[in-house]
């Protein structure tokens, strides 16, 4: 067997890990749940465990490294994470360095949708670009920058944060501290929150809203072009920034895209002469939840390749 990396790819409700091989084969999988309220050790015992396991099984000589993606951002140059909402006991923590002191391997720290975004490009929808852009509709919507095949990180790591990037002036008030932001505007929170608002229902999912919209209700109807729309100003915005040749979406919304690609499509048309004028393709990404499991196994054998 040639080398394979192992990547891991840590959510709120799940803690999953992989390893795979330089051609982007999945060797092996583990798949467990977060255990979130056990707090930072136990987590970060059950990731090196994880990891630990897999390299048993597959042996230690032909592991070409570990690459982690985390949610919140990432300070590269230090390893640690801040702004993580969900968890809160990583604050600052130097979580890289821990985990390359209980492994006695080296490690690479990556925001989770940077990692997905680079799986894309690796594995995924992306594979026959070097630039992309990837956004994940989820609780939140996150964002992940892919220019000449690598991540951009900005300074300090915190580029590419493009659920935060403002849709609709004065719009709703995100915890970021500014209003408006996409993903109060476009993600599968963001859809249920609306349905509250109008009074289609309270408790209703993105996939309850979708159900209602493919049966004809006008009020899901709306939700979906508010949300395209939304989707559209970023996506015109980011074209008009970039001109990529590819915009990638994934997500638990993604299933009602003929509900609000319309309206996205109109926005972009409207929006950017980028779009209007060079070859841009928005299509679904294809690796699903395995996207950040492929990009963080992807950094080991990319950090090699070119330091
Ligand atoms: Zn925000």
Redesign the pocket.
């Known amino acids: 067997m040639g080398e394979y990396s192992i990547g891991v790819d840590l959510g709120g409700t799940n803690l999953r890990a992989a390893a795979v091989d330089d051609h982007g084969v999945m060797l092996e999988k583990i798949s467990g749940s977060t255990q979130l309220r056990a707090g930072r050790d136990a987590v970060i015992a059950d990731m090196v465990d994880s990891i630990e396991a897999l390299r048993a099984r597959l042996g230690e000589h032909s592991l070409a490294g570990v690459g982690v993606g985390v949610p919140g951002f990432i300070l590269m140059d230090k390893g640690v994470i801040v702004g993580s909402n969900n968890m809160p006991e990583f604050e600052h923590y130097p979580v890289r360095d821990d985990i390359e002191r209980r492994l006695g391997a080296k490690v690479i720290l990556e925001n989770d949708a940077n990692a997905a975004a680079l799986g894309e490009k690796w594995m995924g929808a992306g594979r026959d670009v070097d630039d992309l852009v990837l956004l994940t509709l989820g609780t939140?919507i996150g964002g992940g920058i892919i220019i000449g095949g690598r991540v951009l990180h900005g300074t300090v790591g915190m580029a590419g944060?493009l659920?935060?990037l403002?849709v609709v002036p004065n719009g709703n008030p995100?915890?970021?501290?500014?209003?408006g932001?996409?993903?109060?505007h476009a993600s599968a929170t963001a859809i249920s929150a609306m349905a509250r608002l109008i009074g289609l229902g309270h408790d209703l999912t993105a996939e309850d809203v979708h159900k209602l919209a493919v049966g004809g209700d006008e009020k899901a109807k709306m939700i979906f072009r508010s949300m395209g729309e939304a989707l559209g100003v970023a996506l015109a915005n980011l074209m008009n920034i970039f001109n990529f040749p590819l915009y990638l979406l994934s997500g638990g919304p993604l299933p009602a895209w003929d509900c609000f690609a319309p309206a996205m499509l109109a926005e972009v048309q409207r929006r950017s002469f980028t779009y209007r004028n060079a070859p841009t393709r928005i299509e679904k990404a294809t690796l699903g939840n395995e996207a950040g499991l492929y990009g963080a196994a992807y950094l080991p054998f990319q950090g090699r390749v070119s330091g």
Do not use: A, V
């Open positions: 939140g944060e659920g935060h403002t995100c915890g970021c501290g500014n209003t932001c996409l993903e109060k």
